[in-house]
């Protein structure tokens, strides 16, 4: 499926993303992404045509780590401007939401070259992807 898309205020084309944020005893999950935009994530991805994002941070939850999200908790939505993923769009409107899961995370080698859980003070010394550096500093965690 394509991904569903708007239109930013001054009428470029704007994509929709989800990210879940994964804790567990402490410990964030990220992966190291092997696609643009690269650095340590959270899981992420674009809100399908015809999907609303509750279904969306689902589904690439499931792709991109195996875990089953019992629960999502939207914490914020915001359009970041300056947020692309290598198509021509102006920005990305995101919905950011912390998940409850369960199961144990398995490697999507497509994605990222390792999967983990980290310590705030281990994702401090760590090369974000931009919108994650952004999303863990407005959270206060980094
Ligand atoms: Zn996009």
Known sequence: MPPKEGKTKDGKPMHYSVGALIKRD???LLIDRTNVPFGF??????????????????REVKEESGLTVAQSTL???EELDWNHCGRNVGSHY?????????????????EAALIGWYTPEEIKKLVLEPA?????KKLGII
């Open 26 to 28: 402490g410990r964030y």
């Open 41 to 58: 994530a959270s899981l992420a991805g674009h809100v399908d045509e015809g999907e609303d994002e509750t279904t969306a941070v689902k």
């Open 75 to 77: 914490l914020f939505e």
């Open 94 to 110: 995101w919905y950011l939401f912390e998940c409850d899961v369960s199961g144990e995370p398995v490697l999507d080698p497509e």
């Open 132 to 136: 994650w550096e952004y999303w863990f």
